[in-house]
């Protein structure tokens, strides 16, 4: 196996024992970047000198034998909306492409201090604002699998680099699905966890009661790993939960006798792709050979699951991107304005791409007075209808199972001239996040054209363990059908 | 063809969000923003009486800190980003007209 080749546990092991360097790992997946990412635009900012310099005070600690973390000395790669100290923090977009954060976010600086090598930071989607990659002032970011094709989004870099064995694991954020649908179409395992376990200080707003920080890795028990790495209660976050962080490997046992998975009805629909209804109900069988029973279940709103998602992130959007006026931070227009009005609106316009805006004036419409009750408050109304959806359902079963995305990933530019296309290929994402419970999505399945199917998993409320549970033990009866891009 | 969201309608939005846009992105953003809307529309169709709105999942209220003073970045770091600055203040273009 090279180097590149390998994972975070096994990884830990091998520096542990001294076998290896994190400095030689790093150098290898440095070099590895430097002929892969041209080709496929996973990073849009390489550390070298900085990783490096971090690799060997890993190195020093290793030689000291004062390691605890697992994810000491290993090579991560962080997605571009989470502000890393001294490193440029561009969310892909004009109007923070020279922005350097003076600080590190929380999450960003648990990763540090647990002695993680940052690569680099990953490409995405402008604002986390897409399901693509391709809303993105540095260009598409192209799937593994296919180089025409998207990597989905807006985490795409990270399921990318994650994929391409150009880290040896990633985080993302999630709103919508921007963790689980891009690992989906790269073949890779991601997660959300339950909204408030990870903190979000120091990741870039887009929505806040929906955004979630998560891991993306090349397996379950990685996943595990640097999940356990990101949880925790941070007092700088207001929407941080002081839950216990279980140690979430302790639940990969492979034994899933018993577990009740829920299959809800709504999910299998006529624009669901037949290839990925097939690799879903193979994936069914898998976990009934195992023990587990497989429970018909009903989550009677999911149809609306998009409008009510896109107009309560797109309000929160609005207002969270009211920030960027060109004053403290960021872009300003250089059209010499007479007045700050003038201004704000020029550097806005300059500095925001064509999706970012869309959203905004979305958002702006349905807080503004006269429709304000008809879109955002009743939105938010049939989000508590959705919530309870799920709440009852797990009355009956311990996890839920649902396809990660209808399709497997599409041609660059195929949907980017009709956005409410590109919107409802979020439908099996975004009632988890409006829900705020935890999910997860795995690779169930490969199309005939070679290209990755996702299945994800829901788990209750702060019930991870479970979720992982499941997830691993698929992932023992399935590792053989697995392929390398 | 009548749009939901007029080109009147996306200026005065386009005004509230403080961004300006150009005469084919009036057009553009009107056609756009009425076909997603009128999609959205189904939400006429959930009966919603006496529901809750949810505008937060967890059961958080007033979540404090203590009013203690905590070491902050410093006024270097704060400008260092700044577009454009005097001494330590950010200069921006007049405010009134």
């Keep these: 196996m090279d180097l590149y080749e390998e994972t975070i546990q096994g990884l830990h092991g091998r520096l542990k024992r001294r076998e290896v360097s994190s400095e030689e790992v790093t150098r290898c997946l440095l070099d590895r970047i430097s002929k892969l990412n041209q080709e496929v635009n996973a990073y849009v900012t390489v550390e070298g000198e900085a990783a490096l310099e971090q690799a060997k005070e890993a190195d020093k600690r290793f030689a000291k034998g004062e390691v605890s973390s697992a994810l000491c000395g290993i090579p991560v790669a962080i997605k571009d909306n989470m502000n890393t100290e001294g490193i440029r923090t561009t969310c892909a977009s004009r109007i923070l492409e020279n922005f350097i954060p003076p600080f590190d976010g929380t999450a960003v600086r648990k990763l ?29 970011c192209r799937n593994p699998y296919d180089r025409e094709r998207v990597t989905g989004g807006s985490s795409g870099g990270s399921a990318c680099a994650v994929a391409m064995d150009m880290c040896i694991g990633a985080t993302g954020s999630d709103t919508g699905g921007s963790i689980r649908q891009p690992a989906s179409y790269c073949g890779v395992v991601g997660m959300k966890p339950t909204y408030g376990r990870v903190s979000r200080f120091g990741l870039v707003a887009f929505a806040s009661s929906l955004d979630q920080i998560g891991p993306i890795a090349k397996d379950v028990t990685d996943l595990s790993l640097l999940l356990e790495v990101l949880c925790g209660y941070d007092p700088l976050d207001s929407t941080s939960v002081d839950a216990d962080v279980p140690d979430f490997t302790s639940f990969l046992t492979g034994d899933v006798t018993g577990l009740r998975i829920g299959i809800p009805k709504e999910y299998f629909i006529e624009g669901l792709d037949a290839e990925v209804e097939e690799a879903i109900r193979n994936g069914i069988r898998t976990f009934e050979k195992e023990g587990a029973v497989a429970v018909e279940i009903s989550l009677p709103h999911t149809s609306y699951g998009i409008p009510v998602y896109y107009l309560i992130a797109t309000a929160e959007a609005s207002s969270n991107l009211a920030r960027y006026d060109g004053v403290k931070y960021g872009f300003r227009s250089r059209a010499s304005s007479d ?21 905004i004036m979305l958002g702006t419409y349905a807080l503004s007075s006269g429709y304000y009750d008809a879109y955002y408050r009743k939105a938010q109304q049939v989000r508590t209808l959705i919530r309870q959806d799920f709440v009852d359902a797990f009355e009956h079963c311990d996890v839920i199972m649902t396809p990660t995305a209808p399709s497997p990933a599409f041609r660059i530019g195929e949907k980017t001239d009709d956005p409410l296309q590109m919107y409802l290929l979020d439908i099996f994402t975004t009632s988890v996040n409006l829900a705020g419970l935890p999910g997860l999505s795995l690779p169930c399945g490969y199309t005939a054209e070679g290209l990755p199917v996702g299945m994800q998993l829901l788990g209750k409320y702060f019930d991870e363990g479970t979720v992982l549970k499941a997830a691993f033990a698929f992932e023992q009866q399935t590792r053989s059908m697995r392929r390398k891009p | 063809m009548f749009m939901k969201v007029d080109r009147k309608e996306v200026e005065y939005v386009a005004m509230l969000a403080r961004i300006e846009l150009s005469e084919d992105e009036k057009d553009l953003y009107s056609e756009q923003l ?4 009128d999609f959205f529309d189904r939400l006429k169709e959930v009966d919603t009486e006496n529901v809750p709105p949810t505008s937060h999942v967890l059961d958080l209220v007033n979540a404090y800190r203590p009013d203690q003073v905590r070491p902050s970045p410093g006024v270097e770091a704060v400008l260092r980003n700044a577009p454009d600055r005097a001494n330590r203040f950010f200069r921006v273009p007049k405010i009134l007209d």
């Design chain 2, 34 to 37: 009425s076909t997603i809307l």
């Design chain 1, 112 to 140: 540090r201090e647990a002695g993680a090598v940052f690569l680099g930071k990953t490409n995405m989607d402008e604002f986390a604002m897409g399901s693509s990659t391709e809303h993105s002032i540095f260009g598409p």
């Design chain 1, 339 to 359: 007045t700050l009005r003038q201004m704000y609106h020029r550097t806005r316009s300059e500095g925001f791409g064509t999706e970012v805006k869309r959203r």
